[in-house]
């Protein structure tokens, strides 16, 4: 091969690197303008609003649990230390609320919110005792919880319906009950089974609770 | 003139004075529920609310002889109750009253009076009765 033909194969050879790498290069941009235009995303104001309180009420669920079960079984050392951090989370979630709501509503709502774990804990004693006028004492004033609760939130956000969010509460009282029960009854693979029932039922409470937040304030969670 | 005429005029007296000392009866009434009514226009009064589980204000500053009147804006009764859950006064107890309904209470003396929802006892507030002006 004569040097201009190894010149030419080699040109030819740079201009279709060139030609090949500017295409690429065309096709790349072009890749990463449609991600960058296209691609949803799961980090938005709503979906964080959502996660939040699918978090705080799912361990909510899990702490009652638990500390239902150490009472239960003379565990006192560690109902007291489930009891703190069932504290903690009532705390955190109505520092969410809060944060939506301001400090008073906050507040009030902890309050409120504190009752219906102390209105469980009746249930619980009820049941360890086999006191039955005491566990129908703390199923009734929970019943009238969740009334409370629908008011509250009704009240906070018009776009929460009070019979709508009471049946939710109640479905939660009832699904916890029947974790208690079967922990009390010592059947740990039914105490778990309906405690799977009761954390899965938080999510539609969280589901409710977000959407309804986030069409009172659409340009804060939208 | 004989008893009965005698009788006759002592009864027409004795109803001649009632009457007029009816018409003072009257007058002083009117004149006095004037008064009370003036009163009762001139005596100051504050509003306060009962919202989200809320006495709003959570602390009232008044003058004595204030009514304050709280009307509540929830969906679920509450009360008004003088004292805290673990040691209830009983200066003043609205008992249940739903949305849309008001209870009234008079402060006359100064002092400072919290009060709670027996409902829902994590509800607290304070009414502060500073001497009147």
Not at chain 1, 49 to 64: K, N, P, T, Y
Not at chain 2, 84 to 105: L, Q, R, Y
Request: proline share 3%; with cysteine.
């Amino acid at each position: 091969m004569t040097s201009i033909t190894r010149m030419s194969v080699l040109a030819l050879a740079v201009s279709v690197i060139a030609l090949t790498g500017a295409s690429a290069s065309a096709n790349d941009s072009r890749l990463i303008a449609t991600q960058t235009a296209e691609a949803p995303s799961a980090d938005t104001p709503a979906a964080d609003l959502r996660s939040a309180l699918d978090q705080l009420l799912g361990e909510h669920v899990q702490l009652a649990a638990d500390a239902t079960n150490a009472a239960l079984h003379g565990r006192d050392d560690e109902f007291k230390a489930v009891g703190g951090a069932l504290d903690s989370n009532s705390k955190d979630i109505a520092n969410a609320i809060g944060s939506i709501y301001g400090k008073d509503a906050g507040e009030a709502f902890l309050g409120l919110w504190r009752s219906h774990i102390s209105m469980v804990v009746d249930y619980t004693v009820g049941t360890a005792s086999k006191d039955k006028k005491m566990q129908d004492k703390a199923v009734g004033e929970l019943m009238q919880y969740t009334k409370d609760f629908g008011a509250f939130l009704n009240s906070a956000n018009p776009n929460l319906p009070q019979d709508a969010v009471a049946d939710l509460v109640k479905h939660h009282a009832v699904t916890l009950k029947a974790v208690i029960d079967a922990q009390a009854a010592g059947d740990q693979a039914k105490a778990y089974m309906e405690l799977r029932t009761a954390y899965n039922h938080m999510a539609s409470i969280a589901e409710a609770l977000a959407q309804g937040i986030v069409k009172q304030f659409p340009k804060k969670f939208g | 003139m004989n008893d009965i005429t005698l009788f006759g005029l002592a009864t027409l007296g004795l109803a001649l004075v009632g009457a007029a000392a009816s018409a003072v009866a009257s007058d002083y009434e009117l004149e006095n529920s004037a008064a009370i009514s003036t009163q009762i226009a001139a005596a100051p009064t504050e509003a306060a609310t009962i919202k989200t589980f809320q006495f709003q204000p959570k602390a009232l500053e008044v003058r004595a002889g204030t009514t304050v009147t709280w009307t509540n804006d929830d969906n679920i009764e509450h009360t008004v109750t003088s004292g805290t859950p673990e040691a209830p006064v009983g200066n003043f107890d609205s008992g249940a009253f739903g949305k849309g309904k008001n209870f009234s209470a008079v402060f006359q003396t100064p002092g400072e009076y919290t009060y709670f929802c027996a409902k829902h006892k994590s509800m607290r507030g304070m009414v502060k009765v500073l001497p009147a002006e």
